[in-house]
């Protein structure tokens, strides 16, 4: 039975998760600011559609990149040397929302809405919640955004609207949190697209250590304009 959360109910422990249901853990309760920083540190997510109730989630196993194992391909490598993009921070926070958030290729519908864009963009403006942005001239080609608490993003969505803009920009993340020290970038659920770029799964309770030990570090406060190719030579030299 899935707990109902009602406004002061704490989170149950991620290991009474559903693995019947890939790590459902609660429904309920709200988005405001203090339930979603609880929600990431404890390392649990909201994820829902626009017809159904909050639904909180802690899978397991879980999906994470650390920044020095990003892998960069061949072409993607090539791409990078091109230096025809700028990577931002954070000047078009509900832009990148509203694109994620975009209908996609076989997709009915988006679990991105409008109560979602509005508690994100109220994390953006305390703080907590950035965005990552590939620019093509005057065109925002593709980014992410995620939270970050402590040392550690968790990733939300990303998305592309030229070639590889998403991946130069979760590039240029990686070799900038190696750079400032961050221990992981949380990616929620398994995927293979993220597998590619050298995201790989880790045991629930080891993910909570994780957290124990870089979500309570003190956080970076210099999130900003990043030049372009400011992060390339930091990138993990594996390639595929």
């Given at each position: 039975m899935i707990p109902w959360l009602h406004a002061n109910d704490p989170f149950p422990p991620v290991h009474r998760a559903s693995r019947e249901y890939n790590g459902l853990l609660a429904a309920g309760a709200d988005l405001s600011m203090p339930r979603l920083?609880?929600?990431?540190?404890?390392?649990?997510?909201?994820?829902?559609?626009?017809d159904e109730p909050i639904l909180?989630?802690?899978?397991?196993?879980?999906?994470?990149?650390?920044?020095?194992?990003?892998?960069?391909?061949?072409?993607?490598?090539?791409?990078?040397?091109?230096?025809?993009?700028?990577?931002?921070?954070?000047t078009a926070f509900n832009r990148v929302m509203r694109e994620?958030?975009?209908?996609?290729?076989g997709a009915a519908g988006t679990w991105i809405s409008e109560p979602m864009i509005a508690a994100y963009t109220a994390l953006h403006a305390a703080g907590h919640a950035h965005s990552i942005e590939t620019w093509i001239g005057d065109?925002?080609?593709?980014?992410l955004y995620g939270v970050a608490i402590g040392r550690v993003f968790f990733g939300e969505s990303m998305f592309t609207r030229q070639t590889d803009a998403s991946k130069i920009a979760l590039a240029h993340l990686a070799g900038w949190l190696h750079?400032?020290?961050?221990?992981?970038?949380?990616?929620?659920m398994t995927t293979s697209h993220l597998a590619s770029l050298?995201?790989?799964e880790i045991a629930r309770a080891e993910f909570s250590a994780l957290l124990d030990q870089h979500a309570v570090r003190?956080?970076?406060?210099?999130?900003?304009?990043?030049?372009?190719?400011?992060?390339?030579p930091l990138l993990s030299p594996r390639s595929v």
């Open positions: 920083l609880a929600a990431y540190r404890h390392g649990i997510f909201p994820w829902f559609n626009a909180w989630w802690s899978p397991d196993p879980r999906m994470v990149l650390f920044p020095a194992e990003f892998k960069l391909s061949r072409s993607l490598r090539k791409r990078l040397a091109c230096g025809n993009y700028s990577v931002r921070i954070d994620c958030a975009a209908p996609r290729d065109e925002l080609a593709g980014g750079k400032v020290d961050f221990g992981v970038i949380d990616c929620q050298g995201a790989r003190p956080g970076f406060t210099g999130w900003k304009l990043l030049p372009q190719n400011q992060l390339l």
